[in-house]
């Protein structure tokens, strides 16, 4: 049997939401009644009824027959008319539409035409600016918790019609919630494998896979050869989380498919089985084509394929074991973030201005706290941000479950909603390094002073505790056993405390900008003073070191 080392992140982070990432970086991170309450008071905020019935009918006012899908993308294909009265026509009758028509304009702004592409991203743009965004994410969870008849089939039907990627995720995720009875996924799922619509036999064979029913699974089989290759790829994700050998070679076949968000996750699915036993090759690497990296993992399959106890083995439990790393301070004056693989070696690298802090999200995606640009914003491997929030200096960032971003800037602590809109704000009165939210809705941080403090949802102070001196840096984060584990920068002490300021385990090290607990219970520090990232052991020996170019703020381990 491969062995593999005893630290949790899902399978589901794979294709999940960047939510999901979120709840696996974070331990503390769970679906509650607090998560409930704001899906609940977000609805509210927008004048959408929360029970349900009035979410059922959300959904189906927002849902289009197949007809009138195809309708939208013959209308969208006439933005590159040679015809103007057409071109502005269908301009007009697109952004009318709403946010119904973003998965057809988003294909057509893939268009070779520069004049095709450009409509249909000005149609866009008017679009998300006088639209409300994300509340399908909300009204699918809340959904999913009240569970009239016809929950799954009103879902299942809507998602051809989400507008963005980490919404369709989001409402998967809330389906399968609710798929399984003793073990078997909904009649309405299994016959939604041979459904016309992508995005609706994608959920199916991602969900539908996992099913207890060998003749489910066996179903889930055959879309391992359909046309689609997101189709294969989940279905393939869903058949190894249940121990299904033949997913293998297919999951290999799509590391040289055209859309290079498959075939990275492709590749990480393969990582995940592979464990230390890996090739030394990936996409984007040195020298690495699809071919290449194919060939190399098809080697790796036939070597391997005796050797794995497939009764053992839990490919969703199996880590990465990469390490990201956001530096400042270079030579040259830049920032950089990077991720290593287990060897050490650089998978991808990106030049930017100032990056504070990182998370990782589902699908390659980083969360990046760049000050000097003064912006959060997503990012992928390649460098491409998408979303982003701009107008503020950040010191800390933090993805929550629901969607929502915490930010630190010096002065303030905000809770930012994928729209743009502060939900919460509060001015700290210390020079604030880096800050948390919590799951019971309080916020904790750490500042210049050397002081640790919680607030809760209303900005009541709760604690206050001094730590030590004034810091050149530092970092907070919670612990499943309610301490909390901060990096004193200055201080030259990395310590693990309660909100009283007791001292459970402390290790010595030049200057930590940031530190965090790994699941198998080892510290990852990012030194300053060392210019180096360390892995320390529960007894504070050093277990492995990586020398940076330049100043490390923050080290993640995935």
């Given at each position: 049997?491969?062995?593999?080392?005893?630290?949790?992140?899902?399978?589901?982070?794979?294709?999940?939401?960047?939510?999901?990432?979120?709840?696996?970086?974070?331990?503390?991170?769970?679906?509650?009644?607090?998560?409930?309450?704001?899906?609940?008071?977000?609805?509210?905020?927008?004048?959408?009824?929360?029970?349900?019935?009035?979410?059922?009918?959300?959904?189906?006012?927002?849902?289009?027959t197949d007809e009138e899908l195809d309708a939208l993308r013959k209308r969208a294909?006439?933005?590159?008319?040679?015809?103007?009265?057409?071109?502005?026509?269908?301009?007009?009758?697109?952004?009318?539409?709403?946010?119904?028509?973003?998965?057809?304009?988003?294909?057509?702004?893939?268009?070779?035409?520069?004049?095709?592409?450009?409509?249909?991203?000005?149609?866009?743009?008017?679009?998300?600016?006088?639209?409300?965004?994300?509340?399908?994410?909300?009204?699918?969870?809340?959904?999913?918790?009240?569970?009239?008849?016809?929950?799954?089939?009103?879902?299942?039907?809507?998602?051809?019609?989400?507008?963005?990627?980490?919404?369709?995720?989001?409402?998967?995720?809330?389906?399968?919630?609710?798929?399984?009875?003793?073990?078997?996924?909904?009649?309405?799922?299994?016959?939604?494998?041979?459904?016309?619509?992508?995005?609706?036999?994608?959920?199916?064979?991602?969900?539908?896979?996992?099913?207890?029913?060998?003749?489910?699974?066996?179903?889930?089989?055959?879309?391992?050869?359909?046309?689609?290759?997101?189709?294969?790829?989940?279905?393939?994700?869903?058949?190894?989380?249940?121990?299904?050998?033949?997913?293998?070679?297919?999951?290999?076949?799509?590391?040289?498919?055209?859309?290079?968000?498959?075939?990275?996750?492709?590749?990480?699915?393969?990582?995940?089985?592979?464990?230390e036993s890996a090739p030394a090759v990936w996409l984007g690497g040195a020298d690495?084509?699809?071919?290449?990296?194919?060939?190399?993992?098809?080697?790796?399959?036939?070597?391997?394929?005796?050797?794995?106890?497939?009764?053992?083995?839990?490919?969703?439990?199996?880590?990465?074991?990469?390490?990201?790393?956001?530096?400042?301070?270079?030579?040259?004056?830049?920032?950089?973030?990077?991720?290593?693989?287990?060897?050490?070696?650089?998978?991808?690298?990106?030049?930017?201005?100032?990056?504070?802090?990182?998370?990782?999200?589902?699908?390659?995606?980083?969360?990046?706290?760049?000050?000097?640009?003064?912006?959060?914003?997503?990012?992928?491997?390649?460098?491409?941000?998408?979303?982003?929030?701009?107008?503020?200096?950040?010191?800390?960032?933090?993805?929550?479950?629901?969607?929502?971003?915490?930010?630190?800037?010096?002065?303030?602590?905000?809770?930012?909603?994928?729209?743009?809109?502060?939900?919460?704000?509060?001015?700290?009165?210390?020079?604030?390094?880096?800050?948390?939210?919590?799951?019971?809705?309080?916020?904790?941080?750490?500042?210049?002073?050397g002081e640790i403090a919680e607030i809760d949802a209303n900005g009541k102070l709760?604690?206050?505790?001094?730590?030590?001196?004034?810091?050149?840096?530092?970092?907070?984060?919670?612990?499943?056993?309610?301490?909390?584990?901060?990096?004193?920068?200055?201080?030259?002490?990395?310590?693990?405390?309660?909100?009283?300021?007791?001292?459970?385990?402390?290790?010595?090290?030049?200057?930590?900008?940031?530190?965090?607990?790994?699941?198998?219970?080892?510290?990852?520090?990012?030194?300053?003073?060392?210019?180096?990232?360390?892995?320390?052991?529960?007894?504070?020996?050093?277990?492995?070191?990586?020398?940076?170019?330049?100043?490390?703020?923050?080290?993640?381990?995935?």
């Amino acid at each position: 049997m491969l062995m593999f080392r005893q630290y949790i992140i899902p399978v589901l982070v794979l294709f999940g939401a960047s939510i999901w990432f979120a709840t696996a970086q974070d331990p503390l991170a769970q679906h509650s009644n607090n998560d409930l309450a704001h899906d609940e008071q977000t609805l509210k905020r927008f004048g959408i009824a929360s029970d349900g019935p009035s979410l059922l009918e959300f959904f189906r006012r927002r849902t289009r027959t197949d007809e009138e899908l195809d309708a939208l993308r013959k209308r969208a294909a006439q933005l590159g008319s040679g015809v103007f009265s057409v071109r502005a026509k269908a301009t007009d009758e697109l952004i009318r539409v709403g946010r119904v028509a973003l998965p057809a304009l988003r294909e057509t702004a893939k268009s070779s035409d520069p004049e095709t592409a450009r409509r249909a991203e000005y149609c866009i743009g008017v679009i998300e600016q006088n639209t409300n965004h994300g509340l399908p994410a909300y009204a699918a969870r809340v959904l999913v918790e009240r569970k009239p008849p016809g929950t799954i089939e009103t879902l299942l039907a809507y998602l051809p019609f989400a507008d963005e990627t980490w919404i369709e995720e989001e409402i998967r995720d809330s389906i399968k919630r609710i798929a399984f009875v003793d073990g078997k996924a909904a009649d309405v799922l299994e016959h939604a494998l041979t459904d016309p619509m992508t995005p609706r036999r994608a959920a199916a064979a991602w969900i539908v896979g996992y099913s207890n029913d060998p003749q489910q699974r066996q179903k889930v089989m055959e879309r391992l050869a359909d046309d689609s290759s997101d189709v294969r790829l989940r279905a393939a994700s869903s058949l190894l989380a249940t121990r299904e050998p033949q997913a293998v070679p297919v999951v290999i076949a799509l590391l040289t498919v055209d859309s290079a968000e498959i075939a990275g996750r492709a590749e990480d699915l393969l990582f995940r089985l592979a464990g230390e036993s890996a090739p030394a090759v990936w996409l984007g690497g040195a020298d690495n084509n699809g071919r290449k990296v194919q060939s190399a993992w098809q080697a790796w399959w036939k070597a391997y394929q005796p050797k794995i106890d497939w009764k053992s083995i839990k490919v969703e439990d199996q880590p990465f074991g990469y390490t990201l790393i956001a530096e400042n301070q270079r030579p040259d004056g830049s920032g950089q973030l990077y991720e290593l693989n287990k060897a050490g070696q650089i998978r991808w690298q990106v030049k930017i201005q100032n990056p504070i802090d990182v998370q990782p999200l589902s699908g390659g995606r980083v969360l990046v706290a760049d000050s000097r640009a003064s912006q959060i914003y997503e990012m992928d491997s390649r460098g491409v941000i998408g979303w982003k929030h701009t107008g503020l200096a950040p010191t800390s960032v933090q993805r929550l479950p629901n969607g929502n971003t915490v930010v630190s800037t010096y002065q303030k602590i905000m809770e930012v909603t994928r729209e743009g809109k502060v939900i919460f704000t509060h001015v700290t009165q210390g020079h604030t390094y880096h800050a948390r939210k919590l799951p019971d809705n309080h916020y904790v941080w750490i500042d210049a002073s050397g002081e640790i403090a919680e607030i809760d949802a209303n900005g009541k102070l709760l604690h206050k505790t001094r730590l030590g001196g004034g810091l050149a840096w530092g970092s907070i984060e919670p612990l499943r056993n309610g301490r909390y584990l901060v990096a004193l920068g200055g201080v030259g002490k990395v310590q693990e405390v309660d909100m009283a300021g007791k001292v459970y385990w402390e290790k010595s090290v030049n200057n930590p900008n940031r530190a965090t607990r790994l699941a198998n219970g080892n510290t990852l520090v990012a030194s300053h003073g060392d210019a180096c990232v360390y892995e320390f052991d529960s007894k504070g020996n050093e277990l492995w070191k990586r020398g940076c170019t330049g100043r490390p703020f923050a080290a993640l381990r995935r």
